[in-house]
C-alpha cells in the first residue's frame, strides 16, 4: 500500500498560521494533482487547495473560503506539496486530509492520508 504522509497539524490562535506538509514516496510514479481537503464535525469534507504537479503554469484551485489566506506550493522532494494557512479563523478547524490522484497507464491512483488536525482557537 501507498503511504500518504500528512504533518504540520495543531493549535493554534485566531490570526496565526500553520503550514502543513503532504508527501507520496517519490518511488511513486504518475502522480498529477494534489489537493487538501477538510472536515469539521458534522460537515462534509470540502476542497481547500489542489495544485497540478504536471502541468507547468496551471493555476492552483482555492476554496471560496481560504483564497487570500492560504497557499499551495510544491515541496523540493518529488511528491510532495505544502499547504501554507495565514490568519487563520475558528471555522478553519477541522481535520485536513491529503489526496493524490493521477495514471500509471489506465491504471488510476487515488491516494488519502489519515488527516491531520488543525484547531484555531484563543
Known amino acids: 500500500q501507498v503511504h500518504v504522509a500528512e504533518s504540520g497539524g495543531g493549535l493554534v490562535q485566531p490570526g496565526g498560521s500553520l503550514r502543513l506538509t503532504c508527501s507520496v514516496p517519490?518511488?511513486?510514479?504518475?502522480?498529477?494533482?494534489m489537493d487538501w481537503y477538510r472536515q469539521a464535525p458534522g460537515s462534509e469534507r470540502e476542497l481547500v487547495a489542489r495544485?497540478?504537479?504536471?502541468?507547468?503554469?496551471?493555476?492552483?484551485i482555492y476554496g471560496d473560503s481560504v483564497k487570500g489566506r492560504f497557499t499551495i506550493s510544491r515541496g523540493a522532494a518529488k511528491n510532495t506539496v505544502y499547504l501554507q494557512m495565514n490568519s487563520l479563523k475558528p471555522e478553519d478547524g477541522g481535520v485536513y486530509y491529503c489526496?493524490?490522484?493521477?495514471?500509471?497507464?489506465?491504471?488510476?491512483?487515488?491516494?488519502w492520508g489519515q488527516g491531520t488536525r488543525v484547531t484555531v482557537s484563543s
Open positions: 489526496n493524490a490522484r493521477g495514471w500509471q497507464g489506465t491504471r488510476h491512483l487515488d491516494y
Open positions: 517519490p518511488t511513486v510514479f504518475g502522480i498529477n494533482v
Open positions: 495544485i497540478n504537479l504536471m502541468t507547468s503554469g496551471a493555476p492552483s
